[in-house]
């Protein structure tokens, strides 16, 4: 499917207001998260992103995603404390985490004005600690996941979730094969708030239950909010609708977070080999016009639906009017703005074009 041929839900007069909320920053062995691992980098810097998400139209309030509880190695399942050592290696070290129901909290938000919680997935970097939330939030979660989560941890001493996430609370499963469900961008979708503002698609792969969020910002943009359909945006790019280009800016390589301002005048251009894109590309093996990795086959539940999925992001992302924001997109750090702000106007801010090939730095040995 070319991205001209995805047709998005016509505008019905709503839309809502994102925020994004980093809530850690963390670093995971490579060989984990991409394919063929990459040979001077041992470990991947990842962001922990939860959305914030508005309906004015239904005076409603979720989170997507809650990225890590607090008191992570203390309270974490046995299971998954097994887990974060592979040999001699520590599969994942956390070097900033910040809670998010306390962020929220912070900047005025009581949790009880939160709708629901909706998990992109079971993973312990994404469910945080819904218990600390009242009853009358509902928690959303993709297909299947009551089954293969509930009951967790203790009563199953085998769960990788808490038995305390799911406790005193209506947890709702997304049923994408109503009468009323929809088609976008060959996802399976559900109008979550009926009115055409924000749309669950299920994205298969990384986990069966896995899902994804699709935001309507303005009358002619949105945002996806991927979770880890990919754990590395050179999973996406380069490919047929975003090819590598010749050169990037240099400020946008630099670090930092990019002015929105009116530039400066150019300065001189500078040397080839400091600008060129082909110098990455030569660093890293991958078919000309393919992606740089590929996905890690045991990070994937089911390689084939996850490659599948990220086939159908590839054409989302080739889309102007849509802007894919990865759960672990380390790299759009330095381009958005975070909660308390919104992120709607992210087209009219030229973030998209800012960030996209942002992820190059963490590729090269050198500034291009």
């Not at 984990?32 to 470990?43: E, G, Q, T």
């Not at 979720?62 to 290696?89: C, E, H, I, Q």
């Not at 055409?196 to 990384?206: D, I, N, T, V, Y």
């Not at 990037?248 to 400091?274: D, F, K």
Request: charged letters at 20%; one cysteine or more; a negative charge.
């Amino acid at each position: 499917m070319a991205p001209g041929d995805i047709n998005l839900p016509a505008y019905q007069g709503h839309c809502v207001k994102v925020s994004a909320i980093n809530g850690a920053r963390s670093h995971m062995l490579a060989r984990m998260l991409v394919h063929p691992p990459p040979p001077d980098n041992k470990y991947l810097d990842l962001a922990g992103y939860s959305f914030l998400i508005e309906s004015s139209h239904r005076d409603q309030k979720v989170l997507f995603d809650l990225a890590f509880m607090k008191d992570l190695s203390a309270r974490m399942p046995p299971t998954l404390k097994a887990m974060l050592r592979a040999g001699d290696d520590e599969v994942m070290r956390i070097d900033e985490l910040h809670d998010i129901p306390t962020t929220v909290q912070q900047h005025g938000l009581d949790l009880a004005a939160i709708n629901a919680v909706i998990w992109s997935h079971a993973h312990i970097d994404h469910v945080g600690d819904p218990a600390v939330f009242p009853p009358s939030t509902e928690l959303v979660v993709g297909p299947g996941l009551k089954a293969r989560c509930m009951p967790g941890y203790p009563t199953d001493p085998d769960g990788f979730v808490l038995d305390s996430a799911f406790q005193g609370r209506c947890v709702r499963e997304v049923d994408f094969s109503t009468s009323s469900s929809a088609t976008i961008g060959g996802f399976a979708a559900v109008d979550f708030f009926a009115d055409g503002s924000f749309w669950l698609l299920h994205a298969p792969g990384h986990t069966e239950d896995h899902i994804g969020a699709l935001c309507r910002t303005t009358v002619d943009s949105w945002i996806l909010c991927a979770g880890d359909a990919c754990h590395s945006v050179a999973q996406l790019r380069p490919n047929h609708w975003r090819p590598l280009p010749d050169s990037v800016l240099p400020a946008n390589m630099l670090g930092g977070r990019i002015s929105t301002s009116p530039p400066p005048p150019p300065p001189p251009p500078p040397p080839p080999e400091r600008r060129g894109c082909a110098h990455v590309s030569s660093l890293v093996p991958h078919t000309d016009g393919s992606a740089f990795y590929g996905l890690a086959p045991g990070m994937a539940e089911d390689l084939q639906k996850a490659e599948e999925t990220v086939e159908k992001l590839k054409a989302l992302d080739g889309r102007d009017d849509v802007m894919i924001i990865a759960a672990h997109d380390a790299s759009l750090l330095d381009v958005l703005e975070f909660f308390p702000q919104d992120i709607n106007d992210w087209k009219a801010r030229g973030w998209a074009d800012q960030g996209r090939w942002l992820f190059l730095k963490t590729l090269a040995p050198a500034p291009l």
